[in-house]
T-cell receptor, first 114, second 113 residues
Framework: NAGVTQTPKFQVLKTGQSMTLQCAQDMNHNSMYWYRQDPGMGLRLIYYSASEGTTDKGEVPNGYNVSRLNKREFSLRLESAAPSQTSVYFC?????????????FGEGSWLTVV | EDQVTQSPEALRLQEGESSSLNCSYTVSGLRGLFWYRQDPGKGPEFLFTLYSAGEEKEKERLKATLTKKESFLHITAPKPEDSATYLCAANLGSGGGADGLTFGKGTHLIIQP
């Protein structure tokens, strides 16, 4: 996967704890995204950022907050983790060219809330 | 409601046995149809983007096509290394294309030697 880096790769949290998933891209893309992937549900959009300084809710934003720190970085925060937030989280960024768009994904962050 | 549906959910083929995966969509305005490959424990890997009915794109043993209501991913003479989950996604939003993709649930493809 070209240039989208996520940390941490794995994390176990207790219910009620908070944590931040970090994402950085080195491709100078304007748009960035956070998705979650659950068995039988497919990938669902949590939040997105069309450009530096802007963020918008996606399909499943409840329980999450995001920060677009600069053009490179887009973080996802769980303020009070719940077992329902156990999932695999993917960050992505979008390349826009004259010939079309490409969205690149990171390798994922596996989060378990107990 | 806009949605993306993939079929079949799972497909098992013999090496060399060609087949097609289907992605149907109901949209108010399609801004791009994407195909990805996902291996276990990995992030989705970009394959193709299609924009217009009649458009086709190829990469090695894969060819993606698009009509007004569905897209097909044709796999010709597959090899075991083509085994993966194939995801279809559509850019359905009105936010100038920046508002993310709506994904289908994927087709789990197994190619047996």
């Amino acid at each position: 996967n070209a240039g989208v880096t996520q940390t941490p790769k794995f994390q176990v949290l207790k219910t009620g704890q908070s944590m931040t998933l970090q994402c950085a891209q080195d491709m100078n893309h304007n748009s960035m995204y956070w998705y979650r992937q659950d068995p039988g549900m497919g990938l669902r959009l949590i939040y997105y950022s069309a450009s530096e300084g802007t963020t918008d809710k996606g399909e499943v934003p409840n329980g999450y907050n995001v920060s677009r720190l600069n053009k490179r970085e887009f973080s996802l925060r769980l303020e009070s983790a719940a077992p329902s937030q156990t999932s695999v989280y993917f960050c992505a960024s979008r390349e826009i060219q004259f010939s079309g768009n490409t969205i690149y994904f990171g390798e994922g962050s596996w989060l378990t809330v107990v | 409601e806009d949605q993306v549906t993939q079929s079949p959910e799972a497909l098992r083929l013999q090496e060399g046995e060609s087949s097609s995966l289907n992605c149907s969509y109901t949209v108010s305005g399609l801004r791009g149809l994407f195909w990805y490959r996902q291996d276990p424990g990995k992030g989705p890997e970009f394959l193709f983007t299609l924009y217009s009915a009649g458009e086709e794109k190829e990469k090695e043993r894969l060819k993606a096509t698009l009509t007004k209501k569905e897209s097909f991913l044709h796999i010709t003479a597959p090899k075991p290394e083509d085994s993966a989950t194939y995801l279809c996604a559509a850019n359905l939003g009105s936010g100038g294309g920046a508002d993310g993709l709506t994904f289908g649930k994927g087709t789990h493809l197994i190619i047996q030697p």
